[in-house]
Nanobody, 123 residues
Framework: QVQLVESGGGVVQAGGSLRLTCEAS????????TGWYRQAPGKQRELVAD???????NYAHSVKGRFTISRDNAKNILYLQMNNLQPEDTAVYYC?????????????????WGQGTQVTVSS
């Protein structure tokens, strides 16, 4: 099992910045992929950015060039630096961690989620 705790959300004006932090504990050495998702009111949860254990990074098109995902392996912390925030970025942001795909397939592994942190961008 992996436990995830997010922090760093808040209210910011359009054009501002925030940095989200996700602290991981538990079976962290087994994690194959970590990332950030968000869910706006009335919408489905969507991927913002993720990173494999080998450092391969993927961003949603809507945040490319504005958001940066990074990781401190020594501290088991995942970050999301968000610059030039816009009202459409308003959502609850969730940290996610995944066990290796073969473990998820055979049922011995899973997806893990934090409790979420609210980001509100005013125009």
């Amino acid at each position: 099992q992996v436990q995830l705790v997010e922090s760093g959300g808040g209210v910011v004006q359009a054009g501002g910045s925030l940095r989200l932090t996700c602290e991981a504990s538990g079976r962290v050495l087994n994690i194959a992929r970590t990332g950030w998702y968000r869910q706006a009111p009335g919408k489905q949860r969507e991927l913002v950015a993720d990173m494999t254990d080998r450092g391969n990074i993927n961003y949603a098109h809507s945040v490319k060039g504005r958001f940066t995902i990074s990781r401190d392996n020594a501290k088991n912390i995942l970050y999301l630096q968000m610059n030039n925030l816009q009202p459409e970025d308003t959502a609850v942001y969730y940290c996610n961690a995944q066990d290796p795909p073969w473990e998820i397939q055979d049922g011995t592994g899973g997806h893990y989620w934090g409790q979420g942190t609210q980001v509100t961008v005013s125009s």
